[in-house]
């Protein structure tokens, strides 16, 4: 994978983890679930393609922020689901 389709991915899991969390608040169970299922691909995809290629400090610093807005939407989501 190359930076920017690093940067894509990571675009589609802060996606998806929205839509999750839209899924969680609506009780919508079977959504959610086939989110999760979608965002574990992506974040595999990302996986089998390590190791990553080094990020100008202007592409990391998106990613770190992207990956902030990940988390903050898992932590959410797991309020909301325990």
Known sequence: MNSSQILMTYNAILTITGKMLIAAQN?????????????RQLT???IINDPEPILDEQLLQKKVKIIHQILADDAQNKAITE
Not at 28 to 39: F, G, I, S, T, Y
């Open 27 to 39: 009780s919508e169970w079977d959504q959610l679930a086939k989110l999760e299922k979608e965002c």
């Open 44 to 46: 595999e995809l990302l």
